[in-house]
């Protein structure tokens, strides 16, 4: 959603922009003759350049010799420079009439001119991203279960996961305060599967999956991640899209400090301020 700040920054960004133009549009006048327009004609491959004074009566043109080609440059950045510095001008008036009405967020708005007692009735069409994100988490989902002599691992927000390297991911990602849903399933075709982590991206409100597989030095646990690779790439899950992959094995275990800058980069892709 559009920020009062976005609007701000770009008419901070044209209006520089637009004072670089009218300085350079100035210099570039210089060069040129008075009262000329510039005429650009195909021919073959090629364009042949004409001029013609303003105000000269019917089609008569001169026409510019490659010898003359700096005189055809500078009359085509004047052209430039003025439709552009035209173009500029009316975008900033337009934006700075946005930037006085602009209620920012229409939804919000409603709810802060709408009686508690009146808004608590309503269906909302929209909801904000704290409400939206709120009852993403609370959603129901039948989870795996644990075997009986499985050992137990909890994240600091006392969430049993399945391995050491799980509560590392899960607690980095309870920091950045990116919010997860743990093994929720996920259908693939026929088959139902859970991945490690369902993350909201808030920005484009849709789901990403995060599978670490941390046992990637057994065979048979090597060839069953790659088996689960497939099939997600078969149903359209692809890499660095809506899914995320982390490998260890015992001589290389999970650097903290990688995933650590990874998921600083991820939460700020994903929309949530760190």
């Known amino acids: 959603m559009l920020k009062r700040g976005e609007v701000e920054s770009t008419i901070k960004m044209y209006q520089s922009y637009y004072d670089k133009v009218l300085a350079e549009l100035k210099k570039v006048k210089k060069k040129v003759p008075d009262g000329v327009k510039l005429y650009a004609a195909k021919h073959g491959k090629t364009y042949q350049y004409y001029i013609r004074l303003n105000g000269t009566e019917g089609e008569k043109r001169e026409y510019i010799s490659k010898e003359k080609m700096e005189t055809v440059k500078n009359l085509a950045q004047v052209e430039y420079f003025e439709k552009l510095s035209g173009r500029l001008q009316k975008d900033i008036k337009c934006l700075e009439k946005i930037k006085e009405t602009w209620s920012e967020n229409p939804f919000d708005w409603v709810e802060d001119n709408m009686t508690s007692g009146k808004y608590i009735l309503v269906n909302p069409i929209y909801l904000n991203d704290s409400r939206y994100i709120q009852e993403w988490k609370n ?101 660095h899209d809506k899914l995320i992959w982390t490998f260890e094995t015992g001589k290389q275990p999970l650097n903290t400090k990688v995933l650590r800058k990874m998921i600083m980069k991820l939460a700020k892709t994903l929309g949530y301020s760190i």
């Open 139 to 239: 959603q129901v989902y039948e989870k795996m279960i644990f075997k009986e002599d499985s050992p137990e691992f909890y994240t600091r927000q006392g969430l049993r996961v399945r391995s050491k390297s799980e509560v590392i991911i899960a607690d980095m990602l309870d920091e950045m305060q990116i919010p997860f849903l743990y093994e929720k399933p996920l259908k693939l075709g026929l088959r139902i599967i859970h991945p490690d982590f369902t993350l909201l991206d808030i920005n484009n409100r849709c789901e990403i999956y995060w599978e670490h597989f941390g046992m990637m030095d057994d065979m048979d646990y090597r060839n069953e991640a790659f088996i689960k690779i497939r099939k997600y790439e078969e149903n359209g899950f692809y890499q």
